[in-house]
T-cell receptor, first 114, second 115 residues
Framework: DAEITQSPRHKITETGRQVTLACHQTWNHNNMFWYRQDLGHGLRLIHYSYGVQDTNKGEVSDGYSVSRSNTEDLPLTLESAASSQTSVYFC?????????????FGPGTRLTVL | AQSVAQPEDQVNVAEGNPLTVKCTYSVSGNPYLFWYVQYPNRGLQFLLKYITGDNLVKGSYGFEAEFNKSQTSFHLKKPSALVSDSALYFCAVSLWDTGRRALTFGSGTRLQVQP
């Protein structure tokens, strides 16, 4: 069955280190998204991509970067981890860019920055 | 800018009773509304969405939602709650914003169904 996976599921790192979170989908969806989930804020968009070589900033993109070299993967990199980036990170994908299209989510990565 | 409000942090209901999880929205154009559910240590799962047409939308696991344009609401409902419905529920609104599709989530409502 098609799915979307994230790895690692849990990560503890230190302030200042570079961290990369992986996201892989097998639906062949063009669109992929990264969100962070914090108590009281719901989910907030970090970065998104509408296809290979396309990346765009979301509402909370500072300190994060993404690259899209193929359809299946959108890794999220924290260039220099900060304690404020302790959060749960979700990757999502959708088939089209339309406003009515449903996004499907991965299981999440819990990141702790000490 | 669009926004979504879920006024209740937590809703408690007894098993077998009807449940309602509230959501109100604020958008400048046509609202496209979604409900997602999150079980512990899991990702968000799609429940249902309102695009256009019938104001009562039916979704997965027996859930439905009623779109009310005059009250700008999209409340999630279920006629008879199950203990297994206990989870975190998110309402979201989708529209075009500065040239891109934006999906804005509410802060979530925790549903507790007591046996």
């Amino acid at each position: 069955d098609a799915e979307i996976t994230q790895s690692p599921r849990h990560k503890i790192t230190e302030t200042g280190r570079q961290v990369t979170l992986a996201c892989h989908q097998t639906w062949n969806h063009n669109n992929m998204f990264w969100y962070r989930q914090d108590l009281g804020h719901g989910l907030r968009l970090i970065h998104y991509s509408y296809g290979v070589q396309d990346t765009n900033k979301g509402e909370v993109s500072d300190g994060y970067s993404v690259s899209r070299s193929n359809t299946e993967d959108l890794p999220l990199t924290l260039e220099s981890a900060a304690s404020s980036q302790t959060s749960v990170y979700f990757c999502a994908s959708s088939e089209s860019e339309g406003v009515t299209d449903t996004q499907y989510f991965g299981p999440g990565t819990r990141l702790t920055v000490l | 800018a669009q926004s979504v409000a879920q006024p209740e942090d937590q809703v408690n209901v007894a098993e077998g009773n009807p449940l309602t999880v509230k959501c109100t929205y604020s958008v400048s154009g046509n609202p496209y509304l979604f409900w997602y559910v999150q079980y512990p240590n899991r990702g968000l799962q799609f429940l249902l969405k309102y695009i256009t047409g019938d104001n009562l939308v039916k979704g997965s696991y027996g859930f439905e939602a009623e779109f009310n344009k005059s009250q700008t609401s999209f409340h999630l409902k279920k006629p008879s709650a199950l203990v297994s419905d206990s989870a975190l529920y998110f309402c979201a609104v989708s529209l075009w914003d500065t040239g891109r599709r934006a999906l804005t989530f509410g802060s979530g409502t925790r549903l507790q169904v007591q046996p």
